[in-house]
T-cell receptor, first 115, second 109 residues
Framework: DTGVSQDPRHKITKRGQNVTFRCDPI?????LYWYRQTLGQGPEFLTYFQNEAQLEKSRLLSDRFSAERPKGSFSTLEIQRTEQGDSAMYLC?????????????FGSGTQLSVL | KNEVEQSPQNLTAQEGEFITINCSYSVGISALHWLQQHPGGGIVSLFM???GKKKHGRLIATINIQEKHSSLHITASHPRDSAVYIC???????????FGAGTQVVVTP
């Protein structure tokens, strides 16, 4: 596998439930990014990791959201007590720190629907 | 107000036509990305640029840093070019991008 993989592809949940998504970056990539995209809009930055350290979080990331990247490999994004407004495509991307240009590679996303 | 504005929002072209998508931004940037998104979510990076012009196949991307403007051109468009094209800018971290809303391109045979 040479790409960024995300699991699951689709998730339907009831309001108030917790959900967790997983992202597996390209193996040698040390930077990992999470974005959220709602219908008809461009993605919005949520958070990013360099290795296992979470370096930045957007104000969009309320305290119901938590992201982890244990051991600097795969990452998980958890949403607690989901709300209908959380319905969106959650995208993951990874890159390799080069000290210069870094090309981003995106996963196919997890489509979340909160009923 | 979004700091990255794209135009047009939607574009329909006939196969073979020349297509231009524009992107204007209002912040200082370290790089500008052009991305392609197909139905189902998959995003592919087409170009990263900070000056001048880049060409890949039938795609050409240009940027004018002074005017804070970039364009993506598709020459000899083909139905397989139908997708959403997104402009995004990096202001500090390479991957912490601010995205435009995208341009839906439909190329008809």
């Amino acid at each position: 596998d040479t790409g960024v993989s995300q699991d699951p592809r689709h998730k339907i949940t009831k309001r108030g439930q917790n959900v967790t998504f997983r992202c597996d970056p390209i193996s040698e990539h040390n930077r990992l990014y999470w974005y959220r995209q709602t219908l008809g809009q461009g993605p919005e930055f949520l958070t990013y990791f360099q290795n296992e350290a979470q370096l930045e979080k957007s104000r969009l990331l309320s305290d119901r959201f938590s992201a982890e990247r244990p051991k600097g490999s795969f990452s998980t994004l958890e949403i607690q007590r989901t709300e209908q407004g959380d319905s969106a495509m959650y995208l993951c991307a990874s890159s390799k720190e080069t000290g210069g240009w870094e090309k981003l590679f995106f996963g196919s996303g997890t489509q979340l629907s909160v009923l | 107000k979004n700091e990255v504005e794209q135009s047009p929002q939607n574009l329909t072209a006939q196969e073979g036509e020349f297509i231009t998508i524009n992107c204007s931004y209002s912040v200082g940037i370290s790089a500008l990305h052009w991305l392609q998104q197909h139905p189902g979510g998959g995003i592919v990076s087409l170009f990263m640029l900070s000056s001048g012009k880049k060409k890949h196949g039938r795609l050409i991307a240009t940027i004018n840093i002074q005017e804070k403007h970039s364009s993506l051109h598709i020459t000899a468009s083909h139905p397989r070019d139908s997708a959403v094209y997104i402009c995004a800018v990096a202001t500090d971290s390479w991957g912490k991008l601010q995205f435009g809303a995208g341009t839906q391109v439909v190329v008809t045979p």
